[in-house]
C-alpha cells in the first residue's frame, strides 16, 4: 500500500504506532477493530481482542504492505504485556515476521538505517 503513494520500500521503514487492549483474553476482535482494522481514540489507534486476533491483524498489514512494522503499546501494561510478548510475538514470530534476535546494538541498528552525516562536522578548508 505504501508503495502505492510513491515510496520506495527499500527507503524508510514505515512503523505504525497502535494501542493495544487484549483485556478480553481471547475473545474475538469487537467490531471495527479486528479485520476491520483498529479504532480511532483520544490516544490514537486502538486495537481491542485478543492475541490471536492482533497477530492475525500484523500478519494481514505486512503482507498488504501497508507497514514495515508496528510500536504497540499496551493500555494496561501489567496486564496486557504478557498477552502481548506470549501471545501475540511468539504467534507472529512463528510466522516469520518478527525477529527472535536483535542484529545490532542500537535501534538504528536493528532497524537497519545509514548513519546521518553529522551536520556539525568540518568539511572543506579553512579561510
Known amino acids: 500500500m505504501a508503495v502505492e503513494f510513491g515510496r520506495n520500500r527499500g527507503s524508510l521503514p514505515v512503523l505504525v504506532s497502535l494501542l493495544v487492549d487484549l483485556g478480553d483474553g481471547e475473545r474475538a476482535a469487537e467490531p471495527g477493530h479486528g479485520g476491520g482494522g483498529p ?58 515476521l518478527f525477529r527472535t534476535f536483535c542484529p545490532g546494538s542500537t535501534l538504528r541498528e536493528h532497524l537497519g538505517l545509514a548513519r546521518p552525516a553529522n551536520q556539525y562536522a568540518v568539511t572543506g578548508g579553512t579561510s
Open 39 to 96: 479504532r480511532p481514540s483520544a490516544r490514537g489507534p486502538l486495537y481491542r481482542g485478543g492475541p490471536v486476533g492482533l497477530a492475525e491483524l500484523i500478519s494481514t498489514w505486512h503482507a498488504e504492505g501497508v507497514t514495515d512494522g508496528f510500536h504497540l503499546v499496551p493500555v494496561e501494561p501489567r496486564r496486557d504485556l504478557g498477552r502481548l510478548v506470549n501471545g501475540t510475538v511468539a504467534l507472529v514470530q512463528h510466522r516469520g
